[in-house]
């Protein structure tokens, strides 16, 4: 897969399965602009591990201004948008942020979880899709997850959200076919070496075993380069026919 001379744009792109994606891009040819909340040491650590002159900006992806901001800087310094990555997200694990129910969950947490898992990626798709309607052609990946697929107790807001997730993929699928621009979703399962898995595996020490033994029937979490692999794919010329489509790397969860 050759990305030599393009263009893309990588949301949550300086850490796990975003930074492993950018990596891989970045080692085809490809100029990676990673939008990022980290904090700028570890934004320009992760930007010379992409290499290939990839750049980083600050941007949160619920807010508007922010990404319209983003996006016109991308256009108007490089030209265009090739290949987009909507991957940036958040949600429960244990950790860093609790699993609730729908009756345990504050609105103050949801509307964090929705505006940056769903409301993020309407507004990525927006902004980027703008620009690449000019050109008649280009393809995005949005990162959705099992958990958007397959509702799962304690993930009160973060399943609906990656549920609503696959329905704008949808809809950005149908309405941007007649421009030649190819809109898909990756559907993760637990995967290693992300800042998710460590946190979820570390908050309750029995959760691999479950795992393991009764839901992902593979027996084994993905690693970041198996979901990179799929995003990449989606992006080249080798599914240039395959668009709306969600694409399962989670070791047969959904079918379990």
């Known amino acids: 897969m050759?990305?030599?001379?393009?263009?893309?744009?990588?949301?949550?792109?300086?850490?796990?399965?975003?930074?492993t994606t950018a990596i891989e891009f970045a080692k085809r040819g490809a100029t990676v602009i990673a939008l990022t909340v980290d904090?700028?040491?570890?934004?320009?650590?992760?930007i010379e591990e992409i290499g290939n002159g990839a750049e980083y900006l600050n941007c949160d992806v619920s807010k508007s201004d922010q990404v319209k901001d983003a996006i016109d800087y991308i256009v108007g310094k490089y030209g265009r948008i090739d290949c987009a990555f909507n991957n940036a997200g958040i949600g429960p694990d244990g950790v860093r942020m609790p699993y609730e129910s729908l009756t345990e969950i504050s609105e103050k947490t949801w509307?964090?979880?929705?505006?940056?898992d769903m409301k993020g990626v309407f507004l990525c798709l927006k902004y980027e899709l703008l620009q690449i309607q000019e050109r008649g052609y280009g393809a995005i990946?949005?990162?959705?997850?099992?958990?958007?697929?397959?509702?799962?107790?304690?993930f009160a807001a973060y399943g609906p959200a990656k549920a609503g997730v696959l329905a704008l993929t949808e809809m950005a699928a149908i309405e941007n076919a007649k421009f030649g621009?190819?809109?898909?979703?990756?559907?993760?399962?637990?995967?290693?070496?992300?800042?998710?898995t460590k946190n979820t595996l570390s908050s309750d020490p029995k959760q691999e075993e479950i795992l393991m033994e009764h839901v992902i029937p593979m027996k084994k979490f993905a690693t970041p380069n198996e979901v990179?692999?799929?995003?990449?794919?989606?992006?080249?010329?080798?599914?240039?026919?395959t668009t709306g489509q969600k694409i399962f790397i989670d070791g047969g969860m959904h079918i379990a």
């Open 111 to 116: 509307d964090l979880v929705v505006d940056v």
């Open 181 to 196: 621009i190819r809109v898909n979703a990756i559907c993760s399962g637990p995967t290693s070496g992300t800042e998710l």
């Open 141 to 154: 990946v949005n990162t959705a997850s099992i958990g958007g697929y397959k509702m799962a107790p304690g």
């Open 228 to 241: 990179s692999n799929a995003v990449l794919w989606l992006c080249s010329d080798y599914s240039t026919h």
């Open 2 to 19: 050759n990305f030599n001379d393009k263009i893309v744009v990588i949301t949550g792109g300086t850490s796990g399965i975003g930074k």
């Open 39 to 46: 904090c700028q040491e570890i934004a320009k650590k992760a």
